[in-house]
């Protein structure tokens, strides 16, 4: 019942980062559960575009992607969720931007593997 807050967060800008968003334009729809993996420096991050994680509220159906020092990416693969089975690979050729990834405009599309779980980790 308390009024509605908005925060900011004032702590120092350092690193570099990839805001990353996702798009279908055959199914003219949302891409929520697009499951993004930026390969970087020899780690891998992933995360999922899910702007439900919590309760009544949501959030920009972006990834936000922290790469530490690294200034380079190798690439961003992509597994759509309406088909889980192949990976679609993009090519990125700046850091600290907002970019946005479009089905069908990647570089190549391969089969997905079958890790035994997606290992994540941080620069």
Same mark, same amino acid.
């Given at each position: 019942?308390?009024?509605a807050?908005?925060?900011?967060?004032?702590?120092?800008?350092?690193?570099?980062? +990839?805001?990353?968003?996702?798009?279908?334009?055959?199914?003219?729809?949302?891409?929520?559960?697009?499951?993004v993996?930026?390969?970087?420096?020899?780690?891998?991050?992933?995360?999922? #575009? +899910?702007?439900?994680?919590?309760? +009544?509220?949501s959030?920009?159906?972006?990834?936000?992607?922290?790469?530490?020092?690294?200034?380079?990416?190798?690439? #961003?693969?992509?597994?759509?969720?309406?088909?889980?089975?192949?990976?679609?690979?993009?090519?990125?050729?700046?850091?600290?931007?907002? #970019?946005?990834?479009?089905?069908?405009?990647?570089?190549? #599309?391969?089969?997905?593997?079958?890790?035994?779980?997606?290992?994540?980790?941080?620069?």
């Amino acid at each position: 019942g308390a009024p509605a807050r908005i925060y900011r967060n004032d702590a120092a800008r350092v690193g570099h980062w +990839l805001c990353i968003a996702t798009s279908d334009p055959v199914r003219q729809r949302s891409t929520i559960g697009a499951r993004v993996t930026v390969n970087c420096d020899g780690y891998r991050v992933s995360a999922e #575009i +899910l702007p439900h994680t919590s309760y +009544l509220s949501s959030h920009e159906p972006i990834v936000h992607v922290g790469l530490g020092t690294s200034s380079t990416v190798t690439s #961003i693969d992509v597994v759509w969720p309406h088909d889980p089975m192949a990976v679609e690979e993009f090519a990125v050729t700046h850091v600290d931007q907002r #970019i946005e990834l479009v089905r069908g405009q990647g570089i190549r #599309i391969r089969a997905k593997r079958h890790d035994a779980g997606d290992r994540k980790s941080t620069p």
